[in-house]
T-cell receptor, first 121, second 112 residues
Framework: NAGVTQTPKFRILKIGQSMTLQCTQD?????MYWYRQDPGMGLKLIYYSVGAGITDKGEVPNGYNVSRSTTEDFPLRLELAAPSQTSVYFC????????????????????FGPGTRLTVL | DQQVKQNSPSLSVQEGRISILNCDYTNSMFDYFLWYKKYPAEGPTFLISISSIKDKNEDGRFTVFLNKSAKHLSLHIVPSQPGDSAVYFCAASAGSLRDMRFGAGTRLTVKP
């Protein structure tokens, strides 16, 4: 099991360029997520998916797009790169049950990829 | 709007002693809490969690305590080892992992 893999590890973009960050998981997880981590800050959710063909916005979706055509892959697209998108991007997956467990909170957890460090100049 | 705060950016302890990492939250709807550990150039890895129906959860050297009235949780590592040196994030969820909010992290250094 490779777990969650992300490519590329590093990338420098010019303002206005576009790129796709790749994420693949081999654990047959239903849920996948994209987070960004800015210096001195916690992770913030960009987009998530609960299964192939289903995606939804997280806390900070502006400037990004996602798609989920297969269970394994969840690419993140930046269309017009801006300096504010300079960050470290983490993809994650989990086998979350939809909604709460009967009578209790969700007890699943996430598995993270190694991250992509993106700089926009 | 930081709903989860880790007020200590760094912590240094001697090998063999106890490490205590703290986390405060503001949203009373949070009912599931997690700690993640992160080494440089790697993604966070899950360490331990606790549901709001408990006030303590142990896993080997790691124990998480939850004080709901104070909206405070802490991670105790006993005994601390040099391999524990990493950044520790606490996270809180209000019912689903997609609602999760993370703290900014505390860098723990365990000195031999």
């Amino acid at each position: 099991n490779a777990g969650v893999t992300q490519t590329p590890k590093f990338r420098i973009l010019k303002i206005g360029q576009s790129m796709t960050l790749q994420c693949t998981q081999d654990m047959n997880h239903n849920y996948m997520y994209w987070y960004r981590q800015d210096p001195g800050m916690g992770l913030k959710l960009i987009y998530y998916s609960v299964g192939a063909g289903i995606t939804d916005k997280g806390e900070v979706p502006n400037g990004y797009n996602v798609s989920r055509s297969t269970t394994e892959d969840f690419p993140l697209r930046l269309e017009l790169a801006a300096p504010s998108q300079t960050s470290v991007y983490f993809c994650a997956s989990s086998y979350s049950k939809v909604g709460r467990l009967a009578g209790g909170p969700s007890t699943d957890t996430q598995y993270f990829g190694p991250g992509t460090r993106l700089t926009v100049l | 709007d930081q709903q989860v705060k880790q007020n200590s950016p760094s912590l240094s302890v001697q090998e063999g002693r106890i490490s205590i990492l703290n986390c405060d939250y503001t949203n009373s709807m949070f009912d599931y809490f997690l700690w993640y550990k992160k080494y440089p150039a790697e993604g966070p890895t899950f360490l331990i969690s606790i549901s709001s129906i408990k006030d303590k959860n142990e896993d080997g050297r790691f124990t998480v305590f939850l004080n709901k009235s104070a909206k405070h949780l802490s991670l105790h590592i006993v005994p601390s080892q040099p391999g524990d040196s990493a950044v520790y994030f606490c996270a809180a969820s209000a019912g689903s992992l997609r609602d999760m909010r993370f703290g900014a992290g505390t860098r723990l250094t365990v000195k031999p």
